[in-house]
């Protein structure tokens, strides 16, 4: 593992009795760097969170913090700050006690803890909360609390296990901006945990896309989303139409399309599932020449605001129905509804073939 890296974690492996949670994981994360753990309900994330806090003992492997190693070490001596999902805040304690936890333990002078308070109430837009206590909050406020209350001790480490899942759909979209931009004006190293991709999409430098127990990619949003390493990333991380297709000597074929596509170093002639992303089926423009072009018969339309997901079936195509984003505005500027005929343009450099 390089040098460089803030936080190593080195065959890191975890066993719930016979069964393996972690399956030596290795990944190494950049001082300043805002990495997602993403991943399905039971895939390993929370636990490996819980590993680098100190909060979960891992079975063999190791977790390097900062040139240092930290695997044995208890939580108390660790450098890190955490958020839970559920807000964790003390509910007997007022907003300026809670922030003040980790600086009261320190032994921190009364005066200073005083001005670092409520300088990190400003910092995370609740100036003046001081004295209330955490059922006075919304849901949104108490996270942004436990957020102040986990850098309170400026750590190197700021640990965020879905910290907004609780929160409602406009909340999370607030808050998880706010985080990003209070991440990048502290230049914290953090790990947050998600099982929302949108959310990590959003805010992640780099994305930890995590199966079973395992690493399935790291990799920019950028990365991930349009080089998915596996087909389960490709499942997982925005939406894919697949279609049962089959490679031969450089072309591709889905039932009547042929696509030129370069067989790489794996055998030919073989049954391949072809992954296509919505947005790389193109309603316009298509020229007279192009290649990849087919007509189509609009089978279902989905509204979903300023776009809809658009079903179509093709008599080139694989028996399925293939989705496609389109406009409201270009369908009502087509007169297009269910029974519409389309023509549509696939994106050849965009196919990806498991
Ligand atoms: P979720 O989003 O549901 O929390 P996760 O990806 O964070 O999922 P973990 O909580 O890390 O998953 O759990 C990984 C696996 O380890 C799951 O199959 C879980 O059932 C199992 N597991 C976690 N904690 C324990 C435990 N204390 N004892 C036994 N099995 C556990």
């Known amino acids: 593992m390089s ?13 719930f009795g016979a069964f393996t949670a972690l399956k030596d994981i290795n990944l190494g994360i950049r001082k300043g760097e805002f990495v997602c753990f993403l991943g399905p309900s039971g895939c390993g994330k929370t636990t490996l969170l819980r590993i680098i806090a100190g909060l979960e003992m891992h079975t063999s492997g190791e977790v390097w913090q900062n040139g240092r190693d930290i695997s044995v070490l208890p939580p108390a001596q660790r ?30 002078p009364r005066a200073e803890i005083g001005k670092r308070v409520s300088e990190l109430v400003k910092l995370v837009g609740l100036p003046g ?14 996270q942004r609390i436990a ?12 640990l965020l296990d879905e910290p907004l899942s609780a929160l409602d759909a406009l909340e999370r979209v607030r808050l998880r901006g706010e985080i990003r931009a209070l991440q990048q004006t502290l230049g914290v190293t953090t790990i947050m945990v998600t099982h929302d991709q949108e959310e990590a999409l959003a805010v992640a430098d780099r994305i930890v896309v995590m199966n079973h127990g395992v690493i399935e990619q790291v990799g920019t949003p950028q990365e991930v989303y349009r080089e998915p390493a596996s087909p389960f990333v490709a499942d997982f991380v925005g939406k894919a139409n697949v279609l049962p297709g089959r490679l031969t ?20 002639d073989r049954e ?4 296509l992303r919505p947005e790389d089926v193109l309603a316009r423009p298509i020229a007279e020449g192009d290649a990849h072009v087919f007509d189509s018969r609009i089978e279902k339309i989905e509204f979903l605001g300023s776009y809809c997901h658009v079903h179509v079936t093709s ?26 005929s389309l023509r549509l343009r696939l994106l ?7």
């Open 272 to 275: 391949v599932r072809i992954y």
């Open 348 to 354: 050849q450099e965009r196919v990806r073939v498991f």
């Open 249 to 268: 000597a450089g072309m591709l074929e889905a039932g009547g399309l042929r696509i030129p596509h370069a067989a790489g170093e794996s055998p030919t």
């Open 129 to 142: 909360s001081e004295p209330k206590y955490p059922s006075q909050l919304s849901g949104g406020q108490q």
């Open 315 to 340: 008599d080139v195509l694989p028996a399925q129905p293939l989705v496609v984003y389109l406009s409201l505005n270009f369908l009502a500027e087509q007169s297009l509804e269910v029974g519409s």
């Open 79 to 108: 450098d890190y700050g955490i958020v839970f999902q559920s807000y964790a805040l003390f509910p007997n304690l007022s907003v300026a006690d809670n922030v003040a936890y980790g600086l009261v333990n320190r032994k921190t």
């Open 3 to 15: 040098q460089d890296n803030y936080l190593d974690l080195r065959r890191v492996r975890k066993e």
């Open 147 to 158: 957020l102040a209350r986990a850098l309170a001790t400026s750590p190197g480490l700021l």
